[in-house]
């Protein structure tokens, strides 16, 4: 069992940057791979980026890629998500899921998810 729990959201002005923390309990968190979704209103959840165990290997949505960095600390069963160059469209709540297969953006593989934090992005 894991439970995940976001932080770090807010609101910032386009072009601002913003680093959103995912604390997970229990000892297994190196065991799972880790992803970030989003859902803006009237949307569905997408993927964002995930990571795999070790932190080894990276995959992004092509709408964030080259802006967003993922990130993990096993010692400290943490994951992030460092938000560059931010637009409007950026706009959600921001979720953190973890699964116990590799990483992927297919949602529906995820076994666990946090409650989300909000991320508003002013233009």
């Known amino acids: 069992q894991v439970q995940l729990v976001e932080s770090g959201g807010g609101l910032v002005q386009a072009g601002g940057s913003l680093r959103l923390s995912c604390a997970a309990s229990g000892r297994t968190f190196s065991s799972y791979a880790m992803g970030w979704f989003r859902q803006a209103p009237g949307k569905e959840r997408g993927f964002v980026a995930a990571i795999s165990w070790s932190g080894g290997s990276t995959y992004y949505a092509d709408s964030v890629k080259g802006r967003f960095t993922i990130s993990r600390d096993n010692a400290l069963n943490t994951v992030y998500l460092q938000m560059t160059s931010l637009k409007p469209e950026d706009t959600a709540v921001y979720y953190c899921?973890?699964?116990?297969?590799?990483?992927?953006?297919?949602?529906?593989?995820?076994?666990?998810w946090g409650q989300g934090t909000q991320v508003t992005v002013s233009s």
């Open positions: 899921a973890a699964t116990g297969l590799g990483y992927t953006k297919d949602k529906y593989r995820y076994d666990y």
